[in-house]
């Protein structure tokens, strides 16, 4: 024998059926497994509207606590095609006046979401969750400062066992090799200290080429900057950057890391200070006793002089064309009518430019460079196409 299906529309006329005889609330619930809450609803919806109550009701809300009235929303789009420069704040007020004692008055941010809805909404780029590195243009580098190149030479085991990572600079017109430091990881904080004591002894070169990894750039960070190339941009000095993969666009200084590895790391010092000193001594073999090929057999001390350009610290940021500057909180965001944007933890501490283009969209910039648009209702800051590709 097969068995019976029962459905719950037959199971709440039992339930009805079973009051109805005279039976008392609290028993028929514990018969039927449900608690006497759900009982006396059962009974009072079948009292109220009959047995068309007992069946199960729509669970769509009656009304959505965003959704505006139609005739609203069609006021909103009309107005907007009307009149095409106005944004949300001013077409709300239109409303307020139109409509004031009728409807209740959506908010600016619904009148703006409205207009997106309908596709009236001037949009800056999408942003990017993640910056791809590209490379950037590559200068020529044809005078000494004109540009200088750095890079960690690979991590190699001294005799204590720890590792060594050697930062190397060299000078790219006269293959002049500037620092060869050993390092015990590549931590941004003690880079940019070597960074300060090399621009106080050489001056500031024109621009510094590097490949796209850490400490030079960061993966995460906006437009793939880091806080020490951001350091190097207030300093006034273009950032470049080889392709991923092509280590031969910094071939020069690749050419000496082959010679610093034969003459300096084998056999490695015992500990830093040893295999400082051996670094040390092939610097200034390096720069004062080895004839060069590309220099017709010049040594790089005859070629290499120091840049005209001092180092005297991080000049002051000024934007005299934007309509107010912002600062940079330690997580990375500015503050605008006490909203709060992301923009990026690398610029923590750098003052912006911020000027109006439209309304709501504000152009955010460091330094003499656009880093994109904020959109004060969506709270983002909309990046455009890397503006650090080719140098300023």
């Known amino acids: 024998m097969p068995w019976k299906e029962v459905s719950v529309m037959e199971e709440r006329l039992r339930f009805i059926a079973r009051l109805l005889d005279g039976e008392g609330m609290s028993a028929v619930c514990r018969e039927f497994g449900i608690s006497r809450k759900t009982g006396y609803k059962i009974w009072d919806r079948y009292r109220q509207d009959g047995l068309e109550a007992l069946c199960d009701r729509s669970r769509r809300p009656v009304r959505y606590a965003n ?5 609203v929303e069609r006021l909103i789009v009309s107005t907007k095609k009307d009149k095409p420069h106005w944004g949300a704040r001013k077409i709300r007020e239109i409303l307020v006046r139109k409509l004031a004692g009728d409807v209740r008055i959506p908010a600016q941010s619904t009148v703006h979401a409205v207009l997106d809805r309908h596709g009236l909404v001037k949009r800056a780029r999408k942003r990017q969750r993640a910056y791809k590195a590209e490379g950037t243009a590559l200068s020529a580098g044809v005078r000494p400062n004109d540009l200088w190149c750095t890079d960690f030479k690979g991590e190699f085991k001294l005799g204590n066992r720890q590792y060594c990572y050697p930062l190397t600079v060299s000078d790219h017109a006269s293959r002049y090799l500037l620092m060869c430091e050993a390092f015990d990881s590549t931590k941004e904080r003690p880079v940019i200290e070597a960074f300060v004591r090399l621009f106080k002894e050489r001056g500031l070169p024109g621009a510094i080429r590097t490949d ?16 020490l190339s951001v350091w190097w941009l207030r300093l006034g000095i273009g950032i470049e950057r080889i392709k991923p993969g092509h280590p031969q666009q910094n071939g020069r200084h690749e050419r000496m890391h082959l010679t610093l590895k034969k003459e300096a790391t084998r056999p490695p010092g015992m500990n830093s200070l040893q295999q400082q000193a051996k670094f040390d001594a092939f610097l200034k073999e390096f720069n004062e006793e080895r004839p060069h090929e590309a220099l017709t057999m010049q040594i790089p001390d005859e070629v290499y002089k120091p840049s005209p350009r001092p180092y005297r610290g991080l000049p002051e940021l000024d934007y005299p064309f934007h309509d107010r500057d912002a600062l940079v909180t330690a997580c990375g965001r500015i503050c605008m009518y006490r909203k709060k944007i992301n923009v990026s933890t690398v610029l923590a501490g750098q003052k912006l430019g911020i000027k109006e283009v439209d309304e709501g969209i504000w152009l955010i910039s460091f330094m003499s460079y656009d880093l994109g648009y904020i959109d004060l209702e969506q709270r983002t800051l909309q990046t455009i196409d890397n503006p650090f590709g080719t140098r300023l």
């Open 212 to 227: 796209n990894g850490l400490p030079f750039a960061s993966p995460n960070g906006l437009y793939n900057l880091s806080k």
């Open 67 to 71: 959704q505006l009235p139609d005739q």
